[in-house]
């Protein structure tokens, strides 16, 4: 039989244990936590940098309001006889389509050093000289859609498909900020 002072000792020995043990396992509740938090956190801005520029999103983060005056180029690409074409089409080929095609798009603005801007539809917009300013944001936009209109080749022969695209180019002062909090994104006018 055990003595009640050695009694009060285990009973010191197993609540210190527990109370270690409560915090080893709070530490690593803890641990576990800032983890899953760092790896949403990494999720968001990587989605945050696929919707806005790099130095945009910065910007927003800091709590700016983005509202900036620029010379730039503005290039509108229109795919023609869309309408018509997409008719023919299902959804889910209509969507496969239009994302090849402004994949090829995104590649060559890319390139070029041109911001997509959005696309709406079958018109894909982007441009050139922001949200840095690039003295020569002409001659960028001109190349992107030098370069869209002789790629069509391909991609008339990978969809099978006879389409083609109008450019349009704008060169001059603009605005560009970012435009709503539900769903925000960087537009121009």
């Known amino acids: 039989a055990l003595d009640e002072h050695t009694c009060q ?19 690593k ?11 949403e956190r990494e999720k968001s801005e990587r989605l945050l940098q696929n919707m ?23 290039i509108f690409v229109d795919i023609v006889g869309f309408t018509k074409w997409a008719a023919h089409l299902n959804a889910a080929h209509l969507v496969e389509y239009l994302d090849l095609i402004f994949g090829e798009f995104d590649a060559i603005t890319r390139r070029h050093g041109l911001e997509k801007i959005k696309t709406i539809g079958d018109c894909y917009m982007a441009a050139s000289g922001l949200p840095e300013p690039q003295a020569d944001h ?4 001109v190349k992107t859609g030098l370069d869209i209109i002789q790629n069509m080749g391909n991609v008339r022969a990978q ?31």
């Open 9 to 27: 000792k285990m009973r010191g020995v197993l609540a210190r244990l527990t109370r270690e043990e409560l915090l080893y396992d709070l530490e």
């Open 29 to 39: 509740q803890v641990e576990e936590r800032t983890f899953e938090l760092n790896i």
């Open 52 to 74: 806005l520029p790099a130095s945009i999103a910065k910007r927003l983060k800091n709590g700016e309001v983005i509202a900036d005056r620029h010379d730039a180029s503005v």
């Open 138 to 141: 002409v001659e960028r936009a």
């Open 159 to 189: 969809l099978k498909a006879e389409i083609d695209v109008r450019v349009g180019i704008h060169c001059g002062p603009l605005i560009a900020g970012v435009i709503g909090e539900l769903k925000p994104f960087y537009d121009l006018s």
